[in-house]
């Protein structure tokens, strides 16, 4: 595509390749050059051409983050150099006294942050179930300025209602959050229905292939995004030009990769949930799933994230990872490759055991973050694990 083009009107697989991106002007390189520069000449002080040091900016992180504005349907994008290090970034725009509002089944590295580093700097946090729009609104506290939330979340697939939330939040005058690391930009558009905030985990699905930690925010408030403009610098997480080159690599295969994805994990859900060894399946593609009409929506499929309890408590769950072939038991999510874990002694460990029971993350709870790989053959690796 010619620089210069106009990307208005195409689809999002085309834009996924090419928004942000034109031909590099001196070389006609079509792929982002990596500019490894840690400063930039400048003809005089101050007289600059758009960058001075890598850390203020940068020409691949800024071909990155116009891709990921984008994308999400947003003015504003901030790239990081890891999911918690944009969610840091974006709790560092509050200030003592200031409380968030969160749903209750959140990343457990997000609880820790709100827990154990916001909640000692004077930003209170609390958590509550948000598929119920009177509690969320019962929860607000004058002192309340942001509320954040995952949907689907993680790791128990809870759907909440981005626009019905939002609305609340516009008449509270709140910032309102939304991760969308499991849904992406392929699937769901928080901005679209409200939301003040798009962040990522692009550890994930955006980049894909599990060979890179990033983190991105796209803003649709512009005070909010200068905020966040200054923050990204003064706190300095951001991710280094090659790592942005790599997950730029790995959007320009994002849609094919997650309804690949996606369209497996709806048949293996179909079919775990009448397998005589699970007790029960968490799919938001599922009719069975109390979110099902929520996520039909606002999601265009179920995604490719499952949950389930396997019938026998710690032994019976531990046993199904250690025998699974194809899967690989490990951490992380959203990779072309099919990953299982245990979220009770993994991902989730950081949430009191009191809390992991009030949600529902028991010792029988397996996550399946299913890729890219065969349908048949993903089903023949769960069906001998748990055979």
Same mark, same amino acid.
């Given at each position: 595509?010619?620089?210069? *083009?106009?990307?208005?009107?195409?689809?999002?697989?085309?834009?996924?390749?090419?928004?942000?991106?034109?031909?590099?002007?001196?070389?006609?390189? %079509?792929?982002?050059?990596?500019?490894?520069? *840690?400063?930039?000449?400048?003809?005089?002080?101050?007289?600059?051409?758009? !960058?001075?040091?890598?850390?203020?900016?940068?020409?691949?992180?800024?071909?990155?983050?116009?891709?990921?504005?984008?994308?999400?349907?947003?003015?504003?994008?901030?790239? !990081?150099?890891?999911?918690?290090?944009?969610?840091?970034?974006? !709790?560092?725009? &509050?200030?003592?006294?200031?409380?968030?509002?969160?749903?209750?089944?959140?990343?457990?590295?997000?609880?820790?942050?709100?827990?154990?580093?916001?909640?000692?700097?004077?930003?209170?946090?609390?958590?509550?179930?948000?598929?119920?729009?009177?509690?969320?609104?019962?929860?607000?506290?004058?002192?309340?300025?942001?509320?954040?939330?995952?949907?689907?979340?993680?790791?128990?697939?809870?759907?909440?209602?981005?626009?019905?939330?939002?609305?609340?939040?516009?008449?509270?005058?709140?910032?309102?959050?939304?991760?969308?690391?499991?849904?992406?930009?392929?699937? @769901?558009?928080?901005?679209?229905?409200?939301?003040?905030?798009?962040?990522?985990?692009?550890?994930?699905?955006?980049?894909?292939?599990?060979?890179?930690?990033?983190?991105?925010?796209?803003? /649709?408030?512009?005070?909010?995004?200068?905020?966040?403009?200054?923050?990204?610098?003064?706190?300095?997480? %951001?991710?280094?030009?090659?790592?942005?080159?790599?997950? &730029?690599?790995?959007?320009?295969?994002?849609?094919? =990769? %997650?309804?690949? /994805?996606?369209?497996?994990? @709806?048949?293996?859900?179909?079919?775990?949930?009448?397998?005589?060894?699970?007790?029960?399946?968490?799919?938001?593609?599922?009719?069975?799933?109390?979110?099902?009409?929520?996520?039909?929506? @606002?999601?265009?499929?179920?995604?490719?994230?499952?949950?389930?309890?396997?019938?026998?408590? &710690?032994?019976?769950?531990?046993?199904?990872?250690?025998?699974? @072939?194809?899967?690989?038991?490990?951490?992380?999510?959203?990779?072309?490759?099919?990953? /299982?874990?245990?979220?009770?002694?993994?991902?989730?460990?950081?949430?009191?055991?009191?809390?992991?029971?009030?949600?529902?993350?028991?010792?029988?709870?397996?996550?399946?973050?299913?890729? %890219?790989?065969?349908?048949?053959?993903?089903?023949?690796?769960?069906? =001998?694990?748990?055979?």
């Amino acid at each position: 595509m010619k620089s210069g *083009s106009s990307l208005s009107g195409l689809s999002f697989d085309t834009l996924a390749v090419h928004a942000g991106q034109p031909p590099e002007p001196v070389s006609g390189a %079509v792929m982002t050059p990596i500019v490894l520069a *840690s400063t930039f000449a400048q003809e005089g002080p101050g007289n600059h051409k758009g !960058f001075e040091y890598s850390r203020s900016g940068n020409p691949t992180r800024n071909a990155l983050e116009a891709n990921l504005a984008t994308l999400e349907g947003g003015k504003h994008g901030f790239a !990081f150099s890891s999911g918690l290090g944009a969610s840091t970034t974006l !709790f560092s725009s &509050l200030k003592s006294g200031d409380h968030v509002l969160s749903g209750d089944d959140v990343y457990g590295g997000t609880f820790r942050l709100l827990d154990k580093v916001m909640k000692p700097l004077g930003i209170a946090s609390s958590f509550v179930d948000m598929t119920n729009i009177d509690k969320v609104r019962e929860q607000i506290r004058p002192e309340t300025r942001m509320i954040w939330i995952e949907t689907p979340t993680n790791p128990m697939l809870k759907i909440f209602d981005i626009a019905k939330i939002a609305q609340l939040a516009s008449e509270k005058n709140l910032v309102f959050v939304v991760d969308n690391t499991f849904a992406t930009p392929v699937l @769901q558009h928080p901005i679209q229905l409200g939301a003040t905030v798009a962040m990522h985990s692009t550890t994930k699905y955006i980049n894909g292939h599990s060979d890179v930690v990033g983190g991105a925010a796209v803003i /649709a408030d512009d005070t909010l995004a200068e905020r966040v403009r200054f923050l990204q610098n003064a706190l300095g997480a %951001v991710p280094s030009p090659f790592d942005c080159y790599m997950v &730029l690599r790995g959007i320009k295969t994002l849609g094919l =990769r %997650v309804r690949q /994805a996606s369209a497996s994990a @709806q048949t293996i859900a179909e079919r775990l949930s009448t397998h005589p060894a699970v007790r029960k399946v968490y799919y938001p593609g599922l009719p069975t799933h109390p979110g099902h009409t929520i996520a039909k929506s @606002q999601m265009s499929a179920g995604g490719a994230m499952i949950s389930l309890e396997v019938k026998g408590g &710690l032994t019976a769950s531990r046993s199904f990872l250690e025998k699974l @072939q194809i899967f690989a038991c490990a951490e992380s999510l959203g990779g072309v490759e099919s990953l /299982a874990e245990h979220p009770a002694i993994m991902t989730h460990a950081s949430v009191p055991p009191e809390a992991r029971q009030a949600l529902g993350i028991s010792d029988e709870l397996v996550r399946l973050s299913v890729g %890219v790989e065969a349908t048949e053959d993903l089903w023949a690796d769960i069906a =001998r694990a748990l055979g």
